[in-house]
């Protein structure tokens, strides 16, 4: 018995090998890790490139690659405001408050998300703008997602939240390219970037990077004194605002 249970286990061994030679590795790297945002910055466009690394062993794929990206901006709480009419004027009636929501996403991938993954699949990997977790402070209610889409809607219409079925390209059968495009307003700090390769609807490997949208020059010196220096920053402004105001004053005093 015992000799048949270690036969058992040395079967499960060796074929836990055997697949893990046959599975496929991602390689990625970025253009650049580093965006560094001046008063004339307009927006960047990175590019992400790899490959999917086989070896002899590996099985072929019939139906070939999938590749899913997700580029997570900074998390931040974000509230949505809906607007109804009190005694006859329009004010905020009812809001919702959102725990680290993602400040920037974008969803990119080779082709629609519904050909590369079943629905269960994209819900229990957080594929795709319907299923990036969204949490709440308060409880769930039945009127919660009119308030997650005009979150996603708004943020879609300032080009923070992107879904581009389309926009990872495959030069070869294991070579691929991505562009990520970064608006004017891109929040500033630390992006996470996720890859997720699919074959026949399910995920065979995944691999991770980072990037980083940093201030430089005025801006970062206004910024770090606002942060770090917030009495000091008040007196500051308020004495120039104080002097510009009595400066316009003597340039256009009539005598």
Same mark, same amino acid.
């Given at each position: 018995?015992?000799?048949?249970?270690?036969?058992?286990?040395?079967?499960?061994?060796?074929?836990?090998?055997?697949?893990?030679?046959?599975?496929?590795?991602?390689?990625?790297?970025?253009?650049?890790? /580093?965006?560094?945002?001046?008063?004339?910055?307009?927006?960047?466009?990175?590019?992400?490139?790899?490959?999917?690394?086989?070896?002899?062993?590996?099985?072929?794929?019939?139906? &070939? @690659?999938?590749?899913?990206?997700?580029?997570?901006?900074?998390? /931040?709480?974000?509230? #949505?405001?809906?607007?109804?009419?009190?005694? &006859?004027?329009?004010?905020?009636? /009812?809001?919702?408050?959102?725990?680290?929501?993602?400040? @920037?996403?974008?969803?990119?991938?080779?082709?629609?998300?519904?050909?590369?993954?079943?629905?269960?699949?994209?819900?229990?990997?957080?594929?795709?703008?319907?299923?990036?977790?969204? $949490?709440?402070?308060?409880?769930? /209610?039945p009127t919660d997602l009119l308030f997650r889409d005009a979150l996603i809607r708004l943020k879609?219409?300032? &080009?923070? @939240?992107?879904?581009?079925?389309?926009?990872?390209?495959?030069?070869?059968?294991? %070579?691929?390219?991505? &562009?990520?495009? %970064? $608006?004017?307003?891109? $929040?500033?700090?630390? @992006?996470?970037?996720?890859?997720?390769?699919?074959?026949?609807? #399910?995920?065979?490997?995944?691999?991770?990077?980072?990037?980083?949208?940093?201030?430089?020059?005025?801006?970062?010196?206004?910024?770090?004194a606002a942060r770090d220096y917030g009495l000091l920053y008040g007196l500051g402004t308020t004495?120039?605002?104080?002097?510009?105001?009595w400066f316009a004053s003597v340039v256009f005093r009539r005598d």
């Amino acid at each position: 018995m015992k000799r048949i249970f270690a036969t058992a286990l040395l079967v499960i061994a060796i074929s836990s090998a055997s697949y893990a030679a046959r599975a496929e590795r991602l390689i990625s790297s970025l253009s650049s890790h /580093q965006v560094l945002v001046s008063s004339s910055f307009a927006g960047a466009e990175l590019v992400l490139f790899g490959s999917v690394e086989r070896d002899a062993a590996t099985i072929p794929r019939r139906g &070939g @690659y999938n590749l899913v990206v997700t580029v997570i901006g900074p998390r /931040q709480t974000l509230v #949505t405001r809906r607007k109804d009419r009190v005694f &006859g004027i329009w004010a905020n009636a /009812q809001s919702r408050t959102f725990v680290g929501a993602p400040s @920037y996403l974008a969803v990119l991938s080779n082709k629609p998300l519904d050909e590369i993954a079943s629905l269960g699949t994209q819900q229990r990997l957080d594929i795709g703008m319907d299923n990036v977790p969204l $949490p709440q402070t308060a409880a769930m /209610q039945p009127t919660d997602l009119l308030f997650r889409d005009a979150l996603i809607r708004l943020k879609k219409e300032r &080009g923070l @939240y992107i879904e581009e079925p389309n926009s990872v390209t495959f030069l070869t059968p294991n %070579l691929f390219r991505a &562009g990520i495009r %970064l $608006p004017a307003e891109a $929040p500033v700090g630390s @992006y996470e970037v996720e890859i997720k390769l699919f074959a026949d609807g #399910t995920n065979i490997a995944r691999t991770s990077s980072a990037l980083e949208v940093v201030k430089v020059g005025v801006e970062q010196f206004v910024a770090s004194a606002a942060r770090d220096y917030g009495l000091l920053y008040g007196l500051g402004t308020t004495l120039m605002a104080l002097l510009t105001g009595w400066f316009a004053s003597v340039v256009f005093r009539r005598d």
